[in-house]
């Protein structure tokens, strides 16, 4: 089992920044990517960043340049850094953490941190 705590929502106003953070703990061995999704109300959830454990860092295209996924291993840790952010940014985001293999996964999702750009 894997236990994902997110912190560093909030309101920001359009042109602003936020990091969030996402915590790793227990079967941490098993992860192979760490990633965060987000979800606007009446719509899917999408990614918006990804890293593998090789480092390999894949992003979704609106936010390609602004965001930046990145990780800390001693701390088990993953932020995105958000900056210029704007109002269709506004989502509830959730931390993920894929483990096992790519054949044979198991996601492990975090509780949601609510991000609001607005002026």
Same mark, same amino acid.
């Given at each position: *089992?894997?236990?994902?705590?997110?912190?560093?929502?909030?309101?920001? *106003?359009? !042109? !602003?920044?936020?990091?969030?953070?996402?915590?790793?703990?227990?079967?941490?061995?098993?992860?192979?990517?760490?990633?965060?999704?987000? *979800?606007?109300?009446?719509?899917?959830?999408?990614?918006?960043?990804?890293?593998?454990?090789?480092?390999?860092?894949?992003?979704?295209?609106?936010?390609?340049?602004?965001?930046?996924?990145?990780?800390?291993?001693?701390?088990?840790?993953?932020?995105? *850094?958000?900056?210029?952010?704007?109002?269709?940014?506004?989502?509830?985001?959730?931390?993920?953490?894929?483990?096992?293999?790519?054949?044979?996964?198991?996601?492990?999702?975090?509780? !949601?941190?609510?991000?609001?750009?607005?002026?």
């Amino acid at each position: *089992q894997v236990q994902l705590v997110e912190s560093g929502g909030g309101l920001v *106003q359009p !042109g !602003g920044s936020l990091r969030l953070s996402c915590a790793a703990s227990g079967s941490i061995f098993s992860i192979y990517a760490m990633g965060w999704y987000r *979800q606007a109300p009446g719509k899917r959830r999408e990614l918006v960043a990804k890293i593998t454990s090789g480092g390999s860092r894949k992003y979704a295209d609106s936010v390609k340049g602004r965001f930046t996924i990145s990780r800390d291993n001693a701390a088990n840790t993953v932020y995105l *850094q958000m900056n210029s952010l704007k109002s269709e940014d506004t989502a509830v985001y959730y931390c993920n953490a894929a483990s096992g293999t790519i054949a044979d996964t198991k996601d492990y999702w975090g509780q !949601g941190t609510q991000v609001t750009v607005s002026s």
